[in-house]
């Protein structure tokens, strides 16, 4: 180990001691804005009520890179990338690259239940970001998106995506406003 990996290692171990945290909510809020809208345009594309020329969950992809960009700048702000944020980067690009998979198999005509999938990726994804952050309330929501998983196999219909409409309010959206007001608060702290 060079001089400067072993001062990146000991900075990352201050960071993670002293609890800090560089977070502003606005990934999860983008991720979470665009699944809820998707979900609802897939919910009236079902019943019949409109037509696209495409599959609403297509405009995941620019979402994607919108977010992979906003991800990177985040990082550049951040004095340290400490552990935990590297495990609860790991846990999500393995939810993301599961439900990329999960999606090809709803576009490859598998139905209604591979949102199904996506709901328990989503549980189990929330669950260990609650974990390894020690973030009660992504516990908790976790519980209830796992139920709703469990429940989505009794609606396998355009119904289900309501239910991935709801999950994006509780996974992402609420707690994207909640880093938002930490993020301002501790800003406003330092100015």
């Not at 951040?78 to 999500?92: L, M, P, Q, R």
């Not at 990726?121 to 998983?149: E, P, W």
Request: proline fraction near 3%; charge should be positive.
């Amino acid at each position: 180990m060079t001089g400067q990996e072993s001062f990146q290692l000991i900075n990352r171990m201050i960071y993670e001691a002293k609890g800090y945290f560089y977070e502003n909510g606005l990934s999860p809020l983008v991720y979470g804005f665009s699944v809820l809208i998707c979900s609802v345009l897939s919910f009236i594309m079902a019943r019949g009520i409109m037509r696209l020329p495409f599959h609403p969950f297509y405009l995941l992809i620019p979402v994607f890179f919108v977010q992979s960009w906003i991800h990177y700048l985040q990082d550049k702000k951040k004095k340290a990338k400490t552990f935990t944020d590297e495990a609860i980067d790991y846990v999500w690009t393995g939810f993301f690259l599961a439900s990329i998979i999960s999606l090809a198999a709803l576009f490859a005509g598998l139905g209604y239940i591979t949102i199904s999938v996506i709901l328990f990726l989503n549980a189990f994804a929330s669950f260990m970001t609650g974990m390894i952050s020690k973030f009660r309330y992504l516990i908790v929501t976790s519980v209830i998106v796992l139920l709703i998983a469990a429940c989505s196999f009794f609606m396998l219909n355009e119904n289900i995506y309501l239910l991935l409409a709801v999950v994006a309010i509780m996974v992402w959206i609420i707690p994207g406003f909640m880093l938002r007001a930490v993020f301002n608060e501790v800003q406003k702290q330092k100015g």
